[in-house]
């Protein structure tokens, strides 16, 4: 069995898919691993590195994704990397399908078995395998420290002989994964902080960070299946931002991380919201790539709005890619584990979590959501 790691090709795409760490496990089981030429570099791990494990360097992509069994990405599946996809081969990586279903559909006619890493069930025996999570993690930390060093004081109280300086505030909206990373980290930096989710769950979790919990209480049912956020409707989402609006104003910085899986992001911060916060404050929207939380933010650029900055990041796991690149390596390396036994590629269809991650199998859509947002009434046949 042949798994190559690609070599990532989106513009700004820092990370890589396998570390040698990983590689140097999988060498040891029996299963021969290609690298593409520079595919780690970015991410500070070299050729020789791969080589040094037992990896082969293989500088010719067509060969590379021609040969695998299994292919390997951590960023966006280009239409142009699609076609050298061998028929029957895996693809396993982020596919965003409810947002880019059409891509999904390209897969099953290629024939192509594709895995996407967003629909791994977010159970207990699949935490191993979690790539959101661990992505979400480091856009979490890092999206505090672009608050902390874009915003012009400081984050924590100091008592100096130049007089006490007060803790900056900080409020972080959607407390997932990246939400409790962020109030973790501007917690550590010494800020006061103060968080809101509708999913009333992550009080708890929110508490026992040291942050307060901003109660908003709302008429409906807020918690999908699978523990996700509901849509809100638009008289919740009205009201929501009528008691957010004075916190956001008291605030030095806010971050945003609020998501509903296939949907647009919810707008919290209204332009009239961020017209209270005082000039020199900083937004940092993590929802930017979805549409955004604030009606300020541009997507990828840094704006300024009445004396306030309002940050638009795009790929922020991207912007640490060791450690981006180290986890999800662990995550692939967990799921790798379940597709192979004896050297060899064993699908286990009645495994939940090669079912639940599996979107497209032998030319079909396996994915229900997927297959509704591309109008497909039939349904998949079963695979054993
Ligand atoms: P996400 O990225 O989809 O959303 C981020 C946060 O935004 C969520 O907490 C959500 O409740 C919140 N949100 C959505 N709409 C909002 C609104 N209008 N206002 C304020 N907040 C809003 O979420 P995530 O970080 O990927 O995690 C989602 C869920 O998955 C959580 O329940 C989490 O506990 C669960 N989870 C489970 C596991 C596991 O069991 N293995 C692992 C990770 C996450």
């Not at 977010?122 to 874009?150: E, F």
């Not at 992001?265 to 919201?273: C, D, I």
């Not at 955004?292 to 933010?297: A, F, H, L, P, W």
Request: with cysteine; charged share 20%.
């Amino acid at each position: 069995m042949k798994v190559a790691i690609a070599k990532e090709v989106e513009a700004g795409e820092r990370r890589v898919a396998l570390i040698p760490d990983a590689v140097a496990k999988l060498v040891k089981q029996g299963i021969e691993v290609l690298v593409e030429a520079g595919a780690g570099e970015q991410s500070f791990f070299s050729d020789i590195a791969y080589e040094a494990v037992g990896a082969k360097i293989v500088a010719d992509t067509a060969a590379l994704w021609g040969e695998a069994d299994v292919v390997l990405k951590i960023g966006a599946l280009q239409e142009s990397e699609i076609h050298q996809l061998r028929e029957g081969s895996v693809f396993i990586g982020f596919l965003n399908p409810l947002g880019n279903p059409a891509l999904v559909q390209r897969l099953a006619e290629r024939q192509v078995t594709a895995f996407s890493m967003e629909m791994i069930p977010r159970t207990s025996r699949a935490q191993s395998m979690d790539a959101l999570s661990s992505q979400a993690n480091v856009a979490g930390y890092k999206a505090v420290l672009i608050a902390a060093a874009s915003l012009p004081k400081y984050f924590p109280m100091l008592t100096t002989a130049a007089g006490t300086i007060r803790p900056a505030k900080v409020l972080v909206m959607g407390a997932g994964v990246a939400g409790l990373q962020a109030i973790a980290t501007a917690r550590r930096l010494g800020a006061v902080v103060e968080a809101f989710d509708i999913r009333p769950d992550v009080k708890e979790q929110v508490q026992s960070l040291g942050a307060k919990f901003i109660d908003v209480e709302l008429k409906e049912e807020t918690v999908a299946a699978g523990g996700y956020a509901k849509e809100l409707s638009e008289a919740s989402k009205q009201y929501t931002r009528e008691v957010l609006t004075q916190h956001v104003g008291a605030s030095d910085a806010v971050i945003t991380t609020a998501q509903v899986p296939g949907r647009k992001a919810p707008v919290l911060v209204t332009r009239e919201m961020v017209a209270q916060m005082k000039p020199g404050s900083v937004i940092v929207d993590l929802a930017a790539e979805q549409g955004g939380n604030c009606e300020c933010t541009e997507p990828g650029k840094d704006v300024l709005w009445n004396g306030v900055t309002v940050i638009g990041p795009i790929n922020l796991p991207s912007s640490m890619p060791v450690h981006a690149s180290e986890t999800y390596s662990k995550n692939i390396s967990a799921l790798l584990q379940l597709m192979v036994k004896d050297k060899a590629l064993n699908l286990n269809f009645e495994d939940d979590i090669i079912t639940g991650a599996c979107v497209a199998h032998s030319g079909e859509i396996r994915n229900q959501r997927v297959r509704e947002a591309l109008g497909i009434t039939a349904q998949p046949s079963a695979v054993s």
